[in-house]
């Protein structure tokens, strides 16, 4: 059954990228370009994104003259995403697609390659410096860098100066936008300073996989993920023996699981610490490569990043304040 879905999917990828190549034959990107330069400036410009948390940012900095769209929405995983039958308009239609890179998006690539001739397809963590990005044990590049607010600025930046050369008209506007939201950034990482104040034998921070650790990097936490830094790799009793070994010897206070991975791994190291005697309870779920529900406060890039750090906070303070 397993092996039939994966053809499936293969062919489905196939199938949308010989489609997409061939919608894009007739207009070349002088073409493109040409058009944008003749469009009317009243049109709202058709913006793609993987994630929603490229998606919500630039929809903020864009007001009025974008129209952004996300392809996963709430609880959908990144790392084993297939393009849909559905997606195929959304991807023709766009004028500018931004997505993560880093490998997030492992199985949208090829597609992005095929639309990169045709039309603005930018991977915005791939603008980061190669010094500033994590890498895991097996030196394969951490994706998830939105948990660095000074990298994801920079990765926004970069989709920013893309929208401001297509539209150079509302260049300024864009700029202004931008820096404005900026700010809203920097008062968001002065709110998460106050997990410095939590007791330094509580900063373990347990979760399903391993997506945090440019937010651990950020604020001094001590990140184990039960899995690897994509959600397809594979989980063994040892990974959740070796878990349960460290949350015993440091006297985690809890543990966590993630809206867009299935909870069972988490809770079988719970139960198993639980079973032996170990003081630990679930902290509660946390936002990892997706953010919450479209018109909710965790919905957006902000609330989403508050809201881990509130729940972090009050689940390992563990009764200390």
């Not at 347990?206 to 039960?226: K, P, R």
């Not at 997706?290 to 509130?310: K, W």
Request: net charge negative.
């Amino acid at each position: 059954m397993w092996e039939t879905m994966k053809k499936l999917a293969g062919l489905l990828l196939c199938s949308v990228v010989v489609f997409l190549a061939a919608c894009g034959q007739g207009e070349t990107s002088s073409d493109a370009a040409s058009d944008n330069e003749t469009s009317d400036s009243s049109e709202k410009i058709y913006v793609l994104t993987t994630i929603a948390q490229i998606a919500e940012p630039l929809s903020v900095i864009g007001g009025e003259r974008l129209e952004v769209d996300s392809l996963m929405g709430p609880s959908v995983d990144p790392h084993v995403y297939q393009a849909t039958q559905s997606d195929i308009a959304k991807i023709e239609n766009a004028e500018l697609i931004f997505y993560n890179g880093l490998n997030l998006e492992a199985n949208m690539v090829d597609i992005f390659n095929h639309l990169a001739d045709t039309k603005p397809v930018v991977a915005i963590g791939e603008e980061i410096s190669e010094e500033s990005l994590l890498q895991d044990e097996n030196k394969a590049v951490d994706p998830h860098i939105w948990f660095d607010i000074d990298l994801w600025k920079e990765a926004l930046d970069r989709a920013v100066e893309e929208l401001k050369n297509y539209s150079p008209d509302d260049a300024d506007m864009f700029e202004e936008n931008k820096q404005a939201y900026f700010s809203d950034l920097e008062a968001l990482k002065e709110e998460a300073t106050k997990l410095q104040h939590i007791p330094e034998n509580h900063k373990y921070l347990v979760t399903a996989h391993d997506a945090f650790q440019y937010f651990g990097h950020m604020h001094n936490l001590e990140v184990i993920g039960l899995q690897g830094i994509s959600t397809d790799d594979e989980i063994g009793v040892s990974d959740i023996n070796e878990t349960i070994d460290i949350i015993k010897k440091y006297e985690v206070p809890a543990i966590f699981v993630e809206s867009s991975v299935n909870p069972n791994s988490i809770n079988a190291v719970l139960e198993g610490a639980q079973s032996e005697g170990i003081d630990v309870t679930l902290g509660g779920e946390l936002f990892s490569d997706a953010m919450g529900e479209p018109g909710t406060e965790e919905g957006t890039y902000i609330g989403m990043y508050r809201h881990n750090v509130d729940t972090i906070y009050e689940a390992l303070m563990g009764g200390t304040e």
